[in-house]
């Protein structure tokens, strides 16, 4: 009825993983319930004019009381697995300041098992964008290499608490991500910025995003470290990091054009995929950077190498990309500085490359990723990928409209067709391993707030009521179909030994 069309769902590997995805400050709430530390998100928010509707995570969907019906919610769609992510300050409200906070890991061994009750997964995150305040304020947080031994001391402690029955640990989200908007832009906490990036009180934005990215890959190296050392033998789960994963697609096919996209991807993604896999940044950025990029040491190449056992991907949108090393670019309609910002080497242009949404980052291209999957194939041989996140955000209606937004038959066209173009990269041979969707529940959207919503389940902010939407009618058939194959599959293999 809903068009869940069967052989697409049939069509996924057996032991596929479908989920759905949610993070700590967007989801939970209860920002100083039992002990919990502040964040920078906490700060961040809190400060007038930050967010668009003035609005804070401080309830947010209110997930950390709720989370035993958003499980039920999880059941009646289906997934077998839920992405979420533990907030550093609940566990440690000072970082390594102060003590363990037992209430916080009590939490997530309740929600943890919960979660397995019903026979779905957990795929932890360790960082989600929120860090403990107290970080910032005592040595400047990721500037710092202190954060590689602080965050190594909290990963041992969720390892330890919660690694019996965790199977996939993610160490950050969106590394990229937080470097370049915490620290170029400065559109995200803890808004460093300078010269035309933004405007900042302090910052340098043209220095600081590298040396957060050096200590994120040392803190991700630290943290397999420990768990490969103390826990892999015994607990056996896969550690991996998520990316946001743009496509970047040459505007022409000039060899300029296709240098550019190339120069994009590896300053936005392969910046902390290839020290993590190869164990050296990319030749581009080396080339262009020179000495503004930090080095590894020998010990680092040897201790990091294979440093991970997963790509977890976030993708939802591609980008036209046009050089601008080689001819002179100007800014113009459509085509503009990315925050990316390859070092004025090229430009994003988003014209023509698909439908815009509400989001102005957002536009709608489905054979992105089939691209994406088979780079990061062709890349990192054919190492296990995970699509961490995949889904579209709309703007918020007004109350008397909540029909349109229930209907959301624009998410379901959305999710069919990025599926079905990351089943043909499947079918290429790329080795993927799961898909979450972003997200179960309308929640807190940064700095946009509660103003767009990305939820399979609509949101009540007043009563925070969750009312199912047609994409999670969708979605519950789509899984249902996909377990009926694949349980007819087991079935015939049985009887064929
Ligand atoms: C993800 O962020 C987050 O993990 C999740 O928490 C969030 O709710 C969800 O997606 C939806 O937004 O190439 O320079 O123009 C994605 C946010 C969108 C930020 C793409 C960077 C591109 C920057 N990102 N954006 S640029």
Known sequence: ILGANSSLSSSFPTNFLFGTASSSYQFEGAYLTHGKGLSNW????????????????????DHYHMYLEDIELMEYIGVNTFRFSISWARILPKGIFGDVNMAG???????????????????????????????????GGWLSSQVQKDFAYYANICFKYYGDRVKHWVTFNEPNVVAIRGYRSGIYPPARCSGSFGNCSSGDSEREPFIVAHNMILSHAAAVDIYRTKYQGKQNASIGIVMNAVWYEPISNSSEDRLAAQRAQSFYMNWFLDPIIFGKYPQEMKDILGSLLPHFSKDYFKKLKNGLDFIGVNHYTSFYVKDCLHSTCEQGPGISKTEGYYLRTALKNNALIGESTALDWLYIYPEGMEKMVIYLKNRYNNIPIFITENGLGVMNQPDSNVDSCLNDDKRIEYMKSYLDALLSAIRKGADVRGYFAWSLLDNFEWLSGYTIRFGLYHVDYLTLKRTPKTSAKWYKQFISNFTRFEDATSYHMLMKQ
């Not at 961040?44 to 947010?60: E, L, Q, V």
């Not at 890991?105 to 964008?129: A, C, M, Q, W």
């Open 105 to 139: 890991i009590r939490h997530y061994d309740n929600l943890i098992n919960s979660l397995l009750g019903k026979g779905i997964e957990p795929f932890v995150s360790l960082t989600h964008y929120d860090i403990p305040q107290e970080l910032e304020d005592k040595y």
């Open 42 to 61: 906490d700060t961040f928010s809190h400060k007038p004019g930050n967010i668009a509707d003035g609005s804070n995570g401080d309830i947010a969907v």
